[in-house]
């Protein structure tokens, strides 16, 4: 089954950082745009970092200038490099194909706090 792997989440104090990383399982992975999403109790999944297969990127508002995304073609991998952490930054966090999603993998759980 195709699908998505995201790992690196983890407990960070307020102003800390974090790196997830996300494996993709199946083909062609360069030709898709990338995102990364998160999901807080009792919200709506939403997209926080997206990056087309030419690597031009775009942010939700809220983690502009804290929050970059990457990928790696060859290693069908995409990252999301988390600075500044907020407590509002606490989720689950999973990567997907915004155009064209598969099955949503686990996540990875995100906390800030003190």
């Known amino acids: 089954q195709v699908q998505f792997v995201e790992s690196g989440g983890g407990l960070v104090q307020p102003g800390g950082s974090l790196t997830l990383s996300c494996t993709f399982s199946?083909?062609?992975?360069?030709?898709?745009?990338m995102g990364w999403y998160r999901q807080a109790p009792g919200n709506q999944r939403e997209l926080v970092a997206r990056?087309?297969?030419?690597?031009?990127?775009n942010y939700l508002d809220s983690v502009k200038g804290r929050f970059t995304i990457s990928r790696d073609n060859a290693k069908k991998m995409v990252y999301l490099q988390m600075n500044s952490l907020k407590p509002e930054d606490t989720a689950v966090y999973y990567c997907?194909?915004?155009?064209?999603?598969?099955?949503w993998g686990q996540g990875t759980q995100v906390t800030v706090s003190s």
């Open positions: 199946g083909s062609s992975f360069w030709l898709y745009a």
């Open positions: 997907n194909r915004p155009e064209n999603p598969v099955v």
């Open positions: 990056i087309t297969r030419g690597s031009s990127t």
